[in-house]
């Protein structure tokens, strides 16, 4: 029966002596790790080779960083707001696309850049290694710190100024895309945005298309969306309104200071749901209550669209309106005034 023996381990004032790559052919060796090849890409440091090879990798790299900027450049500068077709620009339907492609690009081109680092620049080299457990002692320490000094040093970075300029760039882009992206609607104060919606006194009432909408356009029991006809109207996202027509047996009990906001058998509701500004938009009108889809809120409208089931905890907003007769002889809905409390999300409610 024979005794396998183990390499020696070099003193620390043997170690001490050696080169980083010295030591770390001798930590590996420590370690059971076998280095079967190994070559330098370029032996003779400085060569036109590795030169072109230096110049391909930072390329990757200022591509990367390009595509960052760019990035950053779309989000602040293409406008991306929703206009219907024939009524604004409609370049907000490249905005995302632009932003999905030039993150993609950005990303990809500093993983083509880490990727061809490796297999250009780096030197080849295959190894194996055989497990084992147990703590380390000092002398495998230090043999572990100079095996990373060695791989450092084997990225050439300390050499490769042009290499280096371009990674530190191609970082610092994609560093600021997602600061970019997370801080840059916070870079415009709100005003009183949060507060008020475009509906004010004298907005024509009208549908997405633009129509008017008069006192005869709903049956009895009906209800429409509709939306202030001022500009921008049909697009704002907190504008949706529920026009409905009340049947000949409803009557609702306004709550205190808004019994003359509806007008005829008319009412007027906010459309977005106070628990989570979803369109609470599903009309019973056999019982009068208003459902919201996402969280299964009714709204009873007879009360005032008072909660009366699910998690929302506010009534929907009122609108008053009324009616204006035009030139031609017709007579149209016409906003009476702006919303009288935020509309949206309960958290608006203040006491």
């Given amino acids: 029966m024979s005794d396998t023996l183990e390499p020696r381990l070099p003193t620390t004032d043997e170690l001490d002596g050696m080169s980083a790559e010295e030591a770390m052919f001798a930590g590996a060796n420590q370690d059971g790790v076998q280095i079967v090849h190994r070559r330098d890409r370029f032996p003779i440091p400085g060569s036109k080779a590795e030169k072109r090879a230096e110049l391909g990798v930072s390329l990757a790299f200022a591509i990367s960083f390009l595509a960052a900027v760019a990035f950053i450049v779309v989000f602040i500068a293409v406008p991306f707001q929703f206009h219907m077709p024939g009524k604004g620009s409609q370049t907000f339907l490249i905005y995302t696309p632009l932003l999905g492609a030039l993150l993609g690009i950005s990303l990809l081109a500093v993983g083509a850049g880490a990727v061809l680092w490796a297999k250009w620049l780096m030197p080849e080299e295959e190894a194996v290694q055989d497990r084992h457990d147990g703590p380390s002692r000092v002398e495998e320490q230090m043999l572990t710190s100079a095996t990373l000094i060695s791989g450092f040093e084997d990225t050439g970075l300390a050499r490769r100024s042009l290499l280096k300029s371009s990674l530190g760039l191609a970082g610092i882009g994609l560093g600021i895309v997602p600061l970019v992206a997370l801080v840059g609607g916070l870079l415009k104060k709100p005003g009183n945005q949060l507060q008020t919606t475009l509906w004010t006194t004298g907005a024509p009432v009208v549908f997405a298309n633009g129509a008017r909408v008069g006192p005869d356009t709903l049956q009895a029991g009906g209800i429409a969306t509709v939306f202030p006809g001022v500009p921008g109207g049909t697009t704002a996202a907190d504008s949706p ?22 007008w005829g058998d008319y009412v007027a509701f906010s459309k977005i749901c106070t628990h989570a500004g979803c369109p609470a938009s ?59 409390e935020p509309i949206g999300p309960a958290f608006w409610e203040r006491r």
């Fill in 241 to 262: 309104t529920l026009l409905i027509r009340l049947r000949p047996d409803q009557v609702v009990h306004a709550r205190k200071g808004q019994a003359g906001f509806g």
């Fill in 282 to 340: 599903l009309y019973e009108q056999q019982t009068g209550r208003l459902l919201c889809p996402c969280h299964q809120s009714q709204f009873l409208v007879t009360e005032d669209a008072k909660p009366v089931f699910g998690p929302a905890t506010r009534a929907l907003p009122k609108l008053p309106i009324t009616v204006q007769k035009t030139d031609d002889g017709g007579t149209y809905f016409v906003a009476a005034g702006p919303y009288q």
